[in-house]
């Protein structure tokens, strides 16, 4: 139905921006502080300005929800997808886009149940992965030299722990300090089981050879840090054995079951790492003594077994009579043997020395030096014959090669016409105008220059192949 006109000529005029904040101003007067329940849809993690902005919603309706940057670092626990929470805050609405949304202060689960099941989703996807398979656990050190211990250095695990060390086996201890419990909880754990493994071995700062992650009891809200994905995969990449002990023994946490052990009290981990010093000594001495003990049992058997047999030898004399017998006969029959070669080798040098007389051997080189004369003589007429024979026959050899040369040829009037590279020219036709060629006569060269072509050339003559010589081609 329309109006009247002078109705709506006097009806009061607003503006967008004045309706937009008048009901703003109800919304938040009307409502003031409330507590939603519902459940987080839309949630993509903390925007880039550090804020965080999502949706409540049940089966009925649907509003927006936002945390600004410094009460999202307050949250016990981060909001995810699907999550049941409780928010507590202040209504208000957006101008921008006309949409009213609840400014969170608080966020809290919507019961333990809602944890619990969160709890459990995790953990089956995380074991999916493999993470917690039995075959990825390693075996602690019998007696580790260090000890990596992740917890509060301000709280009573410290102390708990280092006291009970100082009790069973003292040993050196590396406190990583981090915060247990808050929003930056599971990121400086994480960190802390990483840079444990980071330490080079032989470094200035020793390596651990187990780690201890420590926590007291607390609640479920209080414990959540040890159940986030970071510190769980920290935990399962670990190269360094590590024994979890979060909480009492009916906590249990994500850690526990990526750990390599889990204790149930963070005293208890130091009784894991190290066993008892006295137990042990006793030990040692008691194996010890059953070691001494066996030594003596075993050398009183191997001297009796050693007697038993001395007595079935026969008696050294017994042995040794025989070859000794021998022996002397065969020093005796030695020392007659050596008697009789001696006198045989003393007649043998006495007839040799007899023919050995001086006298013939001097008649012998006076005869040899009698001859020596005639034969130099006969051999330096040997030497002449031999000498005239070479000389005629070199002088036979330089006639045939003059006969070979083709000098002869050059001395009767020819010439040798060779190219710039020296090699014979066997054509004219080959040699284009302008071409250097050399001229060898019998006493001396002349240059020369292609001038042309003839007009009517020779017929070729035919040039007998070369026979391997090193004798110059004629044209």
């Keep these: ?50 804020h965080c902005y999502f949706g409540l919603k049940d089966d009925k309706a649907r509003m927006d929800a936002v945390i600004w940057k410094g009460n999202f670092g307050k949250l016990r626990f981060k909001p995810e997808e699907g999550m049941e929470v409780i928010a507590t805050g202040k209504l208000t609405t957006y101008p921008g886009s006309s949409k009213y949304q609840i400014v969170i202060e608080h966020l809290e689960p919507a019961g333990v149940g809602a944890l619990m099941a969160l709890l459990e989703e995790r953990r089956k996807k995380l074991a999916a992965e493999g993470l917690f398979a039995p075959e990825r656990k390693r075996a602690l050190p019998y007696l580790p030299q260090v000890i990596g211990v992740v917890t509060s250095p301000t709280g009573a695990v410290i102390r708990d722990i280092l006291h009970r060390l100082q009790d ?143 007595r079935g030898l026969p008696r050294l004399q017994d042995v040794m009579a025989l070859p000794r017998q021998r022996f002397d006969n065969a020093a005796e029959r030695l020392t007659r043997a050596l008697t009789r070669a001696a006198e045989v080798k003393r007649a043998k040098l006495d007839n040799v020395a007899g023919r050995l007389s001086p006298q013939p051997i001097r008649v012998k080189i006076a005869s040899e030096r009698k001859a020596l004369p005639q034969l130099a003589e006969r051999l330096g007429r040997a030497e002449k014959r031999q000498l005239v024979d070479l000389g005629r026959r070199l002088d036979g050899v330089g006639k045939l090669l003059e006969s070979y040369s083709y000098h002869g040829v050059l001395k009767r009037g020819y010439a040798v016409v060779r190219d710039a590279a020296g090699k014979p020219v066997r054509a004219g036709a080959d040699q284009q105008p302008g071409a250097a060629l050399e001229i060898e006569f019998a006493s001396d060269r002349l240059g020369v220059t292609v001038a042309g072509a003839s007009s009517s050339p020779e017929p070729k003559k035919t040039v007998p192949k070369s026979t391997g010589s090193t004798q110059g081609t004629l044209l």
């Excluded at 009247?4 to 109800?26: C, D, Q, Y």
Aim: hydrophobic share 40%.
């Design 1 to 50: 139905m329309t109006p009247p006109e002078g109705a709506a000529n006097n009806a009061h005029e607003f503006s967008v921006s004045e309706i937009s904040f008048a009901l703003k101003r109800t919304v938040e007067e009307t409502f003031g502080h409330v507590r939603v329940r519902g459940e987080i849809t839309g949630y993509r993690g903390p925007h880039s300005s550090g």
């Design 168 to 310: 069973r086996f003292p040993r050196h201890v590396l406190v990583w300090p981090v915060r247990v419990q808050g929003e930056t909880s599971a990121a400086e754990v994480a960190a802390a089981i990483r840079g444990f493994n980071a330490m080079e071995k032989g470094g200035a700062v020793p390596r651990p050879d187990v780690l201890i992650v420590a926590r007291g009891g607390g609640s479920i809200e209080d414990l959540w840090s040890f159940n986030e994905e970071v510190v769980v995969r920290a935990a399962a990449e670990s190269a360094i054995p590590l024994i979890s002990a979060v909480g009492h023994e009916t906590d249990t946490t994500l850690i526990d079951f990526a750990s390599d052990r889990r204790a149930p009290t963070p005293t208890a981990a130091a009784e894991m790492a190290v066993p008892v010093r006295a137990e042990l000594i006793a030990d040692i001495r008691d194996r010890a003594t059953r070691l001494m003990r066996a030594e003596t049992r075993l050398i009183e058997t191997a001297r009796t077994q050693l007697r038993g047999l001395a």
